[in-house]
């Protein structure tokens, strides 16, 4: 594996390779980042996974300075995949500048996450488009624990013309539910044990939306109440139509739950699909 650290060592080494496929982190990576890295490659010639932990996409009050960062026991992971270059810039090199021009996405980026970090869509557009002017792959894949952020990435790539296919993969979980994510690592013991309830209410949600129930306002709230019992605090958590991201209908067939909610200081993030027959 290369590790490549600039942008002309970077397109140097992909000169000629016919199919590239992205893996864009943040790092500190997991079995979550590497379910996409063994899907990538399965279908490219050449893996790059970039590790960049981006400052557009942090608040000032966020943990932007605190993100676990794991250079070198996450090249050991890539390199023991085969993944073929591993893109770590520093901000020098991606923002040699202020960065003045920013991607400007609809509004369905200010809800739900954007509601509660804004600008973060913002960000992170923005830091993927460059990835992809830079890297110019063929494939892109993004995991569908950031449901959100994949929507709009998919948006981004249709309206902006771009050459790319957006490929997804599922959730990795822990054997107790809990969505793997760089941020457990900020829970102490008790709170990591509690932390698989945000999985366990969504998937009552679930079940009972399977069960035919579709006043869905009520079972968002019911939902919240669980939760903030149990002691958290809850951002939101909503039920929505699986394709739009706008709040389900009854009749809708796919839905997505999407929830955040803050136990002590972490914030998790967590969503289930719900296809109804
Ligand atoms: O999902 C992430 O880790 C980040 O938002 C991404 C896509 C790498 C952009 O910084």
Redesign the pocket.
């Known amino acids: 594996m290369k590790v490549i650290s600039t942008i002309s060592e970077l397109r140097t080494a992909l000169k000629g390779i016919n199919k590239i496929a992205l893996v864009?982190?943040?790092g500190n990576l997991h079995e979550g980042h590497l379910a996409l890295v063994r899907k990538a490659k399965k279908c490219a010639d050449c893996v790059v996974v970039?590790i960049?932990?981006?400052p557009l996409?942090f608040l000032p009050n966020e943990d932007f300075n605190q993100y676990p960062r794991t250079l070198s026991e996450d090249c050991k992971l890539l390199q023991n995949l085969d993944v073929d270059i591993a893109f770590v810039p520093d901000d020098k090199i991606l923002f040699p500048v202020k960065q003045k021009i920013l991607v400007l996405l609809p509004p369905v980026a200010d809800q739900f996450e954007g509601k509660f970090r804004p600008g973060f869509f913002r960000?992170?557009a923005t830091?993927?488009l460059k990835?992809f002017n830079i890297i110019q792959p063929d494939i892109a894949l993004?995991?569908k624990k950031?449901y959100q952020?994949l929507h709009i990435?998919r948006l981004m790539v249709q309206q902006l013309d771009l050459p790319i296919e957006i490929l997804d993969e599922e959730i990795i979980r822990a054997s107790d539910g809990l969505a793997l994510s760089s941020r457990n690592r900020y829970l102490n013991d008790i709170q990591r044990i509690e932390a698989c309830h945000l999985y366990q209410t969504l998937n009552t949600v679930k079940t009972d939306i399977q069960a035919g129930q579709n006043r869905f306002a009520s079972l968002e709230e019911n939902a919240v109440r669980v939760l903030k019992t149990r002691g958290w605090s809850v951002d939101y958590i909503a039920v929505l139509n699986q394709v739009s991201l706008i709040p389900a209908h009854p009749e809708d067939k796919a839905l997505v739950v999407l929830a955040a909610a803050r136990i002590g200081q972490t914030r998790l993030i967590d969503n289930i699909e719900i296809l109804k027959s």
């Open positions: 864009p982190t943040m970039s960049y932990v981006n996409q960000g992170v830091i993927v990835l993004f995991g950031d952020q990435i």
